[in-house]
């Protein structure tokens, strides 16, 4: 007689590697619907549950996913009964009850499935337990609570996917936190699209969804991330049209242009050696000017053409009116940053040692239109790169970047508008963890967001997603052995994820701790409003929001 036949609920039928197939016991041999383990009550057989498959002395742990009747019974289903299980293989618990990953001893045919006992998961869990960094609690044992490894989650970047209203933003609002209140020198920069993590309400109070003394509220517009902070190919990519057949003459003559500017405000600066990209003032008007004389130049008493004479008209005509395009006023006319000397002051900003030192920086991009937020962000993006990347103390100073509704600027395809971010992110992603520049990546369309960024990422924390591509692509990512586990994101409810890979001891379904407070991410509620809402609205207003192009 096998021992502890009270939590016995199946036997093994098939072993494959990465997956097994159980049959539940039926009805004549004892099969029950519930049971119960250390105490509590279990559901046999139910999606996203632990079992533990026994034999000869060794354990393994598997996950549930996927449960089917067993057709050649040629009986009608009435319960889990006779049902055929599919289960994960997830590792092995050693004679002393320590769990590592991955299955060594393959049981065989036979081998006798349990269910699992809370303590047997809970001493799995508990590895985690000292980073104190509690993220939700087990769905199949609710009094389990799930800790994430910081480091991991981190350092390897990391992916919150789900379709809209899985619950996305609350679990970043909960992350942050929770990585705040376990870390109190974190440091956080958030891309806040649409103002979900600080805004203000009509009478302009500002509403964060971190404490107040955590937090830096950074409206985009008024961040000024200068030109003279761009590489040459970003000023390439925004001032030069590739398609133009002048494309290489303009660009090797403001190569010159820009570099002989550089040169002049290194020598007020007093650096020796300098180099094209070399973050330091240069003045774009200074620049439009020398190309229009050179499209202008004359000899001979203006009788003989300059050699470039006529070839930067439409380049001038492009750069004036990308000056006088407001929606890029944050980039091409600062106001404050057009000195050399302002850099620091934008850098201290922006990873949170102003004053006061706050641990998460949320940068507002809703105010800005959004066909510019791309550059916006790639700016955002490689400031934080470059910061930790001459930081010689980058390993001490982690910085994490974390991207909400990452699609819209870091897309999958090339050649579009945003490549200039794509590529700073796909920087971040492959050598940010060399410099401790940390990537979060949200999205609701992961089969639109660059392969690159998230196939890098250590950590997935899955929301519900019944998209069959977006699956399809989630699974491609999915480490091997796990892919199955994807099958369950159809039926995951609200703030309730599977979370795969680094920073969690094994594949595990979480129900996410509730965010307190939680973000401004509310869906309108037309019900309400076209029962007792406003009966008119400031028109005259709406349309000088639009023309300001300022929300
Ligand atoms: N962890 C959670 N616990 C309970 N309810 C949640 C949780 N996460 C999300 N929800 C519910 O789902 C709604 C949508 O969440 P949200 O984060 O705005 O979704 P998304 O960003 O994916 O569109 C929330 O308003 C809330 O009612
Ligand atoms: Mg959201």
Not at 34 to 61: C, I, M, N, W
Not at 126 to 153: C, I, M, N, W
Request: net charge negative; glycine share 6%; proline share 6%.
């Amino acid at each position: 007689m096998p021992e502890q036949t009270d939590t016995l609920i199946g036997h093994l039928l098939e072993v494959r590697n990465g997956r097994f197939v159980a049959k539940l016991l039926n009805e004549k041999d004892g099969f029950r619907p519930t049971l119960k383990a250390a105490d509590e009550v279990k559901v046999v057989g139910q999606v996203g549950s632990y079992v533990s498959v026994r034999q000869h002395g060794f354990r393994s742990l598997a996950l549930i996913n996927h449960v089917e009747a067993d057709r050649s019974d040629g009986r009608r289903c009435r319960s889990a009964a006779g049902c055929l299980v599919a289960l994960t293989p997830l590792g092995q618990i050693t004679e002393d009850g320590v769990f590592h990953r991955g299955v060594r001893h393959f049981p065989t045919p036979g081998a006798e499935v349990h269910i699992v006992a809370e303590e047997e998961i809970d001493s799995i869990f508990a590895k985690h337990r000292q980073y104190q960094f509690e993220f939700g609690h087990l769905h199949s044992h609710p009094s389990t609570a799930v800790h994430l490894d910081p480091s991991a989650l981190c350092s390897r970047h990391f992916a919150i996917l789900g379709q809209s209203g899985s619950g996305k933003s609350w679990s970043v609002a909960s992350l942050i936190q929770r990585m705040v209140d376990a870390m109190p020198n974190a440091h956080i920069i958030l891309l806040d699209l649409h103002g979900e993590y600080c805004w203000r309400d009509r009478t302009r109070a500002l509403h964060s969804a971190f404490k107040p003394e955590q937090t830096r509220y950074l409206d985009a517009r008024a961040l000024e991330i200068p030109y003279w902070l761009m590489t040459f190919a970003e000023l390439v990519d925004l001032l030069v049209d590739r398609n133009d057949p002048g494309a290489a003459i303009q660009t090797a003559f403001l190569r010159e242009t820009i570099f002989e500017l550089k040169k002049k405000e290194a020598k007020v600066l007093d650096l020796e050696t300098i180099s094209l990209d070399s973050p330091i003032y240069f003045s774009l008007r200074e620049v439009y000017e020398t190309f229009k004389e050179a499209n202008e130049f004359r000899t001979d008493f203006g009788k003989t053409k300059g050699p470039l004479f006529g070839q930067f008209d439409e380049f001038l005509v492009k750069l004036l009116s990308r000056l006088n395009d407001v929606r890029y006023d944050f980039l091409l006319n600062p106001v404050r940053r057009n000195r050399s000397e302002t850099l620091p002051g934008l850098l201290r900003d922006f990873v949170g040692l102003g004053d006061p030192k706050c641990q998460v920086t949320v940068i507002d991009l809703s105010p800005v239109p959004f066909d510019v937020r791309p550059t916006v962000s790639a700016q955002i993006g490689r400031l934080a790169f470059e910061f930790n990347y001459w930081n010689p103390f980058n390993r001490e100073f982690p910085i994490l970047l974390v991207c909400e509704e990452a699609h819209a600027y870091i897309p999958r395809e090339s050649n579009t508008q945003f490549e200039g971010t794509r590529k700073s992110m796909e920087r971040i992603a492959k050598e940010g963890r060399k410099y401790g520049v940390g990537l979060g990546v949200i999205s609701q369309r992961p089969h639109e967001l660059s392969e690159t960024v998230l196939s890098q990422c250590g950590t997935y924390i899955c929301l519900r997603i019944t998209n069959p591509d977006d699956q399809d692509y989630v699974r491609k990512l999915v480490p091997e052995g796990e892919t199955d586990l994807v099958d369950i994101l159809t039926s995951l409810g609200r703030g309730e994820a599977m979370i795969l890979g680094e920073a969690i001891p094994l594949p595990t379904r979480t129900q996410i701790h509730k965010p307190d407070p939680t973000p401004n991410s509310n869906d309108a509620d037309f019900y309400t409003a076209w029962t007792s809402g406003p009966e008119n609205l400031d028109i005259e207003g709406i349309v000088d929001r639009w023309r300001r192009q300022g929300r």
